[in-house]
């Protein structure tokens, strides 16, 4: 491992990491091939942000610069930038996956219509 104080890794588990795959081994083969690539991106993104937070709340927002005078600490910017790449990829990655039926609004009209049909059959 490496002296690095950033070294650490994410709080991710080989556990969440395996049923994150298997729910992507779930998918029709050719989604399957991009959530593949989406995940070990994000697993990447996620590692960056734990080692650029760290570094954030370290030094704090506003760092002193080489010459003097006060600067916002360029692992804030970065960690915005990569915080909203890294949601990014989340949502595509979600995406991927089919939509259960409970997720679809109800459809009252329909629901109404439906109540007492189950007599008539």
Do not use: C, W
């Amino acid at each position: 491992m490496s002296n690095d104080k950033y070294s650490e890794k994410s709080n991710i588990t080989q556990d969440d990491l395996k049923k994150i795959n298997a729910k992507i081994d779930s998918l029709p083969p050719e989604r399957k091939v991009i959530a593949k690539r989406i995940s070990k991106e994000l697993t990447f993104l996620r590692d960056t942000l734990v080692k650029l937070k760290k570094e954030v709340e370290e030094h704090g927002v506003i760092v002193e610069g080489v010459r003097g005078g006060k600067y916002e600490n360029p692992a804030l910017k970065s960690y915005n930038t990569t915080l909203q790449r890294y949601s990014v990829l989340y949502k595509q990655l979600d995406d991927l996956f089919p939509r259960q039926p409970d997720d679809a609004p109800k459809d009252e009209l329909l629901e109404f219509m439906q109540v007492g049909f189950d007599d008539y059959e």
